[in-house]
């Protein structure tokens, strides 16, 4: 069965510094990655895949995640927080031979400090 | 373009009543699905479809029941409320024909069963 960690509940650091948020699955055949962002009493907003191709992956709003296929990791970072990027976090798995299923996983919550 | 669209917002139900959680999307979208939201547990899938007359459970099925009977609808009913469905639900589509892709997410529905 596919599975996705978040190891981390909340994720603090000062505007300006750089921030990761980590995501690690488990998953039988080639994943399908996803970072989505919610903001409070608002619905999930998608921020980022990986299907295939450059481990790297540029998203929205100067987001950026690194697949790691020996870590089975996709952490989510940013060169610089901004305080509006305060939110939840969540990391999302697919693969073509799970039915359709995308699975997420427990969320984190991002706190920018000024 | 209204995008995903949920009804109601706010719902409290008592024990063993029974409701309907409508979804529509006019994005003409064949994926469609319904996730439920508990703090600590991330998004739980509860059923999806990837078309018209075709819906599949997820990680949660028990106590709901979906149909598809058109492109653009997705109702989710509870056939007998429990308070342990007691959660905030969501409803998201995908373009994608092959799997749930990047998903647009309705606004959400609170749900209260007393």
């Known amino acids: 069965a596919q599975s996705v960690a978040q190891p981390e509940d909340q994720v603090n650091v000062a505007e300006g510094n750089p921030l990761t948020v980590k995501c690690t699955y488990s998953?039988?055949?080639?994943?399908?990655l996803f970072w989505y962002v919610q903001y409070p009493n608002r619905g999930l907003q998608f921020l980022l895949k990986?299907?295939?191709?450059?481990?790297l992956v540029k998203g929205s709003y100067g987001f950026e995640a690194e697949f790691n296929k020996s870590q089975t990791s996709f952490h989510l970072k940013k060169p610089s927080a901004l305080v509006s990027d305060s939110a939840l976090y969540f990391c999302?798995?697919?693969?073509?031979?799970?039915?359709?299923?995308?699975?997420f996983g427990s969320g984190t919550r991002l706190l920018v400090r000024p | 373009n209204a995008g995903v669209t949920q009804t109601p917002k706010f719902q409290v139900l008592k024990t063993g009543q029974s409701m309907t959680l409508q979804c529509a999307q006019d994005?003409?979208?064949?994926?469609m699905s319904w996730y439920r939201q508990d703090p600590g547990m991330g998004l739980r899938l509860i059923h999806y479809?990837?078309?018209?007359?075709?819906?599949d459970q997820g990680e949660v099925p028990n106590g709901y029941n979906v149909s598809r009977s058109t492109t653009e609808d997705f109702p989710l009913r509870l056939l007998s409320a429990a308070p342990s469905q007691t959660s905030v639900y969501f409803c998201?589509?995908?373009?994608?024909?092959?799997?749930?892709?990047?998903?647009?997410f309705g606004e959400g529905s609170r749900l209260t069963v007393l």
């Open positions: 998201a589509s995908s373009y994608s024909k092959v799997g749930p892709g990047e998903l647009f």
């Open positions: 998953v039988s055949g080639n994943p399908y």
């Open positions: 990986y299907i295939t191709g450059d481990n």
């Open positions: 999302a798995v697919f693969t073509p031979d799970s039915s359709y299923k995308l699975i």
């Open positions: 994005m003409n979208h064949e994926y």
């Open positions: 479809s990837v078309g018209a007359g075709i819906t």
